[in-house]
């Protein structure tokens, strides 16, 4: 089970994060969503409708959850660039997936708001400077959370989310 539902396994990270670890994780929010685009391609209704695991998120609850908690992490970024240290206001994702838009909607709508939201977002964690990388926010659950970590987060957060739909595809052969 632990497979399915981390198939790329936790994001880990200890000791200094290189400004060469930095781009290759701006790289991947940029990339993801063409990434997220393509593990998608060609699925059914039903097959969008289809859990990534036993107990798990249909694949369009995934697409609809990985926009939503994206749009988070800009404005998590963006208040910890323009405050001091701010208390960011968590919310409860499995809660957010089960709401009428997460389960019913087009994906091409979160589709199409990742393309934007990844633009703006890689040409703002494009222009921060090393300093800018330290600054930090306080999550209510996790602690002080500094911006080059919660960058290799969502990094980590995309790619995580497009192999459980590519693994649900490669195990049901779709």
Not at 37 to 42: D, I, L, Q
Not at 63 to 87: G, W, Y
Request: without cysteine; proline residues 5%.
């Amino acid at each position: 089970m632990e497979a399915l539902r981390y198939p790329i396994g936790r994001f880990e990270w200890s000791g200094d994060i290189t400004p060469e670890q930095r781009q290759l994780w701006i790289e991947d929010i940029e990339q993801l969503p063409v990434q997220l685009r393509n593990a998608v391609r060609g699925l059914t209704e039903d097959q969008l409708n289809e859990p990534y695991r036993p107990g798990g998120w249909t694949v369009r609850q995934v697409v609809h959850h990985v926009a939503d908690s994206h749009m988070n992490s800009v404005i998590r970024f963006k208040l910890a660039l323009t405050e001091q240290q701010p208390t960011i206001k968590p919310y409860d994702e499995g809660a957010w997936a089960e709401l009428t838009d997460s389960r019913e909607a087009s994906i091409e709508l979160s589709l199409a708001l990742l393309d934007q939201l990844h633009e703006r977002w890689g040409r703002l964690l494009r222009s921060l400077n090393s300093e800018q990388w330290e600054r930090t926010f306080v999550h209510p659950d996790s602690g002080i959370v500094r911006l080059d970590v919660n960058l290799g987060t969502y990094a980590w957060h995309g790619r995580h989310h497009t192999a459980h739909i590519t693994q649900l595809r490669l195990r049901n052969e779709w």
